[in-house]
C-alpha cells in the first residue's frame, strides 16, 4: 500500500494540498481504520482530543513525524516518538490571538452578567434587572497565571480596555515583563477581579488552583481558563463559586475531554465552550497551514520550525 497521512480527525483541506508529495492524507474515523491505516502511516496528524501512546507509536512502523493541531501535547507520550526519532510538530504561534480573544471573551460575558440577563429578558423579567450588578473590565485588575504567547496577548488586550496586569510565571525574566507587575501566586489571587490561566500542564501544575488556592481569591472574582482542564479542581471550584468567593467561571479546556458531567456546569454564573477558542475560523486555517508546512519540512528530510521534542535534532556523539 503507499505511503499514507494518517489524520486522527478532520483537517483543512490545505493539509492534502502540502502534504501531497509525501503522500494521501487520510482520516481515521475509527480505531478499525487506525489499525489498518498505521502500518503504512508515514506522518501522523493528533487533534486534540487525540492520544499518541507508545502502542500507537508501535503500530506505526514506517511513522516519520507528528503533526499536533496546536501547542498542547500532553496525550502525546514525547518520550517514546523521541526514542523513535520522529519529531512532534506544534503550531505555537497560530491560535495566540484567537486564544486570547476567547479568554476575555468569557471575562467580558461573566463580567457583565450576560447569561443571567439573557435569561431575564427571555422570560419577561425586565423589571428585574437591578437585581444583578454588572461590572467592567476598565479600571479592574487581570490576573495571569502563566506570561506565555497567550498571556503576553491576553495582556496586551486587557490593558486596551484599561485593565491593570498582575502576572504569575516562576520562569519570567523581569526583561520581559514591560507594562505589567510580577507577583507571587498569593498576591495574584487576592488582588485580581479576573483571573486568567494559561499555564502548561505537568506534574507541577496539575490542580493548581484547588481549595486552599480558591480560598485567596479575592470575592467576586472571575476565573477563567482557557489553557488546560487539569489546572483546576472543580470540586473546589464549585465550592467557591457557591460561596461567593468567585462570581463567576468561564471554561473552553476540561479532564478528560470531552468532560464527564458535573454539578459546576449547570449553575447560572457559569460560561461554557467546547475547546474551541483556539481554533476560530482564520486561526484554524493557520494552525493546519503551519502544521503542515512543518510536517512536510520533516518529510522533504529537512528540520521543522517547531517540535516539541527538539532532542530528535541533536547529533549523537561518534
Avoid at 503533526?67 to 517514546?80: C, E, K, Q, S, Y
Avoid at 488582588?191 to 500542564?201: C, E, F, K, N, T
Avoid at 447560572?268 to 512536510?296: F, N
Amino acid at each position: 500500500m503507499p505511503a499514507v497521512i494518517v489524520a486522527l480527525g478532520p483537517v483543512d483541506d490545505l493539509v492534502a494540498e502540502r502534504l501531497r508529495p509525501f503522500g494521501e492524507v487520510v482520516i481515521a474515523e475509527s480505531d478499525a481504520d487506525q489499525r489498518a491505516l498505521l502500518p503504512d502511516a508515514v506522518g501522523l496528524i493528533a487533534r486534540a482530543t487525540s492520544t499518541v501512546d507508545q502502542a500507537l507509536l508501535d503500530s506505526a512502523p514506517n511513522l516519520r513525524v507528528i503533526g499536533r493541531t496546536g501547542i498542547g501535547v500532553d496525550r502525546v507520550d514525547l518520550d517514546a516518538a523521541s526514542a523513535r526519532s520522529v519529531p512532534v510538530v506544534v503550531t505555537p504561534s497560530a491560535g495566540t490571538r484567537a486564544v486570547a480573544e476567547g479568554a476575555l471573551t468569557l471575562a467580558l460575558h461573566l463580567l457583565k452578567r450576560i447569561g443571567r440577563y439573557t435569561t431575564l429578558v427571555r422570560e419577561g423579567r425586565w423589571t428585574q434587572r437591578n437585581a444583578f450588578t454588572a461590572n467592567d473590565l476598565d479600571g479592574a485588575v487581570v490576573g495571569l497565571v502563566g506570561y506565555g504567547r497567550i498571556g503576553r496577548r491576553v495582556a496586551e488586550l486587557a490593558r486596551a480596555f484599561g485593565a491593570s496586569v498582575l502576572v504569575y510565571d516562576p520562569y519570567l525574566r523581569p526583561a520581559d515583563a514591560d507594562g505589567v507587575t510580577v507577583a507571587d501566586l498569593p498576591r495574584v489571587l487576592t488582588g485580581s477581579d479576573v483571573l486568567s490561566l494559561h499555564a502548561p500542564l505537568t506534574p507541577e501544575t496539575r490542580h493548581l488552583l484547588g481549595e486552599a488556592e480558591l480560598s485567596q481569591v479575592k470575592p467576586g472574582a472571575i476565573l477563567v481558563n482557557c489553557a488546560r482542564g487539569g489546572l483546576l479542581d472543580l470540586d473546589a471550584v464549585h465550592a467557591a463559586l457557591l460561596d461567593g468567593r468567585l462570581g463567576g467561571v468561564g471554561l473552553d479546556v476540561y479532564d478528560p475531554e470531552p468532560p464527564v458531567d458535573h454539578p459546576l456546569f449547570h449553575h447560572p454564573d457559569v460560561a461554557l465552550t467546547p475547546h474551541i477558542m483556539g481554533i476560530s475560523a482564520r486561526a484554524w486555517h493557520r494552525t493546519c497551514a503551519d502544521m503542515a508546512t512543518g510536517m512536510a519540512a520533516v518529510l522533504g528530510g529537512g528540520r521543522a520550525d517547531h517540535v516539541a521534542n527538539p532532542e530528535v535534532y541533536r547529533e549523537v556523539p561518534a
